[in-house]
């Protein structure tokens, strides 16, 4: 079953916006992350947060995670047509043997 | 450093028929993982090896998957006979970490396309 769980699964903006995606978990973790996969490609690590941190920056992107509530967003500030792809959040679930579980996707799409 | 490759990128075949995808992982990592990625899906793990030894294989289909990684480098996935459920776009990825590391980004190929008629 997906662990995580993103909403919304499609987001639809014009270029300049924000877009923030959310990712909910039911387990306990060691750290959550977040992908990105442009259609017809493979997943491309954007951000890497543990479990014991509640903010982190790359770039345009901000990630938060609040274990109380088992959630976490992905911020992307001035979204440009080039950031159209989908978002996975993956954990993994408190493991240490470096699998991860993934959920279905948010699908954001920038227009020009 | 050169990435994660995986061939064929496509491939069609009638169920029943057999198939094999290859992975060659970025050189010197010791962890390698195989998913499986339906339309719509993300990403589930089918097999895990650290090295040359299965670490995780427990949502591998055994009746008809298999697969095995010569030598803790490249790796082969199979699936004999196909079934038209497992028309999926199938994933390598790799990780230098070890496998008990908490903190493990994975480094994915572009992926083989399967479809099973």
């Known amino acids: 079953s997906q662990q995580g769980e993103e909403d919304p699964q499609a987001l639809s903006i014009q270029e300049g916006e924000n877009a923030t995606m959310n990712c909910s978990y039911k387990t306990s973790i060691n750290n959550l992350q977040w992908y990105r996969q442009n259609s017809g490609r493979g997943l491309v690590h954007l951000i890497l947060i543990r479990s014991n941190e509640r903010e982190k920056h790359s770039g345009r992107l901000r990630v938060t995670l609040d274990t109380s509530k088992k959630s976490s967003s992905l911020l992307i500030t001035a979204s440009r047509a080039a950031d159209t792809a989908s978002y996975f959040c993956a954990t993994d679930r408190g493991s240490t043997l470096g699998r991860l579980y993934f959920g279905r996707g948010t699908q954001l799409t920038v227009w020009p | 450093e050169a990435g994660v490759a995986q061939s064929p990128r496509y491939k069609i075949i009638e169920k029943r028929q057999s198939v094999a995808f290859w992975c060659n992982p970025i050189?010197?990592?010791?962890?390698l993982y195989w998913y499986q990625q339906i339309l719509g899906q993300g990403p589930k793990l089918l097999i895990q090896f650290q090295n040359n030894g299965v670490v995780d294989d427990s949502q591998l289909p055994k009746d008809r998957f298999s697969a095995e990684r010569l030598k803790g480098v490249d790796s082969t996935l199979k699936i004999q006979p196909a079934k038209l459920e497992d028309s999926a776009v199938y994933l390598c990825?790799?990780?230098?970490?070890?496998?008990?590391?908490?903190?493990?980004?994975?480094?994915f190929g572009p992926g083989t396309r399967l479809t099973v008629l």
């Open positions: 050189s010197g990592h010791a962890t």
């Open positions: 990825a790799s990780s230098s970490s070890g496998v008990r590391r908490l903190y493990n980004e994975q480094f």
